[in-house]
């Protein structure tokens, strides 16, 4: 057993470093794969790695637990809508319900960006992706997570008001909170209230500096991402065109849904957001011939008519005459008359006369 696998020389930035690795194949955020780093669980090419600092590369073998990782799926996310009474947590010393325990087991392993608590409800966005959720997850994206706050007790609209400039309590300096007050009933105040750093029970602590009790919260926004009419429980996936559009920059997707690397290009998504227009169903052709070619609204009886046959062929019908159209009268003929004019040639003489 050694500390790191023998390598063959190799530029010093060459590869990546093993816990980013971990992190993109979904197995643990980039702090969790540090741990099962020095736990003594990973290995690169049959050798137990010891420290993070290993870079690998290409067609190296990474294996947990003597299971390889496999191939890199692409980037996945999922909104859930966590109910209260589960901890977001893998694993619960005190063997309390957890939210990975309850998910559908098709969803496979995934890791959510940020925490809700034991008693918090709403949106929590989960992924595949652990270098994605870290990326997410720092105050420095600057995505606003928006929450909608039930509390108890009294708190003037000038101390709320003071909280967007940033606070401290207990020695712990929080950044800037917008606070806006819905509506009051009784002792109870309902609250819209939006932060960027999401630190431990960040909203509860900065309330209760100013007087508030909060007994309901519910997370309805992280950043783009919208909990809207999603039920308690329920899970939705968002698609990659979505995805790409919402990430952007900040976390470029190629169209197979993986990341880019430093210097590529996102080529456009011909898949998926541009709806092509459906072919027009073929109409038959009209029953008579055409009197003028200068506009067509289909194809031409020509060019649907089965093959061999004429327009005079059996099963073709004729031409039938227009409503509006009367029959033309045909002139007596005035040998099969005996001669005589007819009742318009009499009429017609008659009226040339003076």
Not at 127 to 150: F, I, K, M
Request: no cysteine; aromatic share 4%; hydrophobic share 30%.
């Amino acid at each position: 057993m050694t500390d790191t696998p023998s390598t063959p020389d190799t530029p010093e930035d060459s590869g990546e470093r093993i816990a980013k690795v971990l992190a993109h194949a979904g197995i643990a955020s980039r702090r969790e794969a540090e741990k099962l780093i020095e736990a003594g669980r990973v290995s690169v090419n049959g050798e137990t790695l010891k420290t993070p600092a290993f870079k690998v590369r290409a067609g190296d073998d990474v294996r947990l637990d003597g299971e390889s990782i496999g191939a890199r799926p692409p980037t996945r996310v999922w909104r859930y809508h966590k109910p209260v009474g589960l901890l977001t947590t893998h694993a619960d010393p005190q063997g309390r319900e957890t939210v990975f325990q309850a998910l559908p087991e098709d969803l496979g392993r995934v890791i959510s960006v940020g925490r809700l608590d034991l008693n918090s409800e709403g949106l929590l966005l989960l992924t595949n992706d652990g270098e994605l959720a870290r990326v997410l997850e720092l105050p420095s994206t600057g995505w606003t997570r928006r929450y909608r706050v039930r509390a108890y007790g009294h708190a003037t609209d000038k101390a709320l008001a003071e909280l967007e400039k940033g606070t401290t309590v207990d020695g712990v300096v929080y950044g800037p909170i917008e606070v806006s007050v819905d509506r009051r009933t009784g002792a109870n105040v309902w609250l819209t209230v939006g932060i960027k750093e999401g630190k431990n029970r960040e909203v509860r602590k900065v309330l209760q500096s100013v007087g508030l009790t909060v007994n309901r919260l519910m997370r309805v926004a992280y950043g783009p991402f919208q909990l809207g009419s999603l039920k308690r429980g329920d899970v939705s996936e968002a698609k990659l065109g979505v995805l790409r559009d919402q990430l952007g920059k900040l976390y470029p997707l190629d169209n197979g849904g993986l990341p880019l690397k430093p210097g590529e290009t996102a080529q456009p998504d011909t898949r998926t957001g541009t709806a092509k227009a459906k072919p027009r169903a073929v109409r038959p052709a009209s029953r008579g011939p055409s009197t003028s070619s200068k506009h067509k609204s289909g194809p031409d009886a020509d060019s649907i008519m089965p093959a061999g046959k004429s327009k005079s062929a059996k099963g073709w019908a004729k031409a039938k005459p227009k409503a509006n159209e009367k029959p033309k009268s045909k002139r007596a003929d005035p040998k099969k008359s005996g001669g005589k004019p007819s009742e318009g040639k009499r009429d017609a003489d008659r009226r040339r006369r003076p």
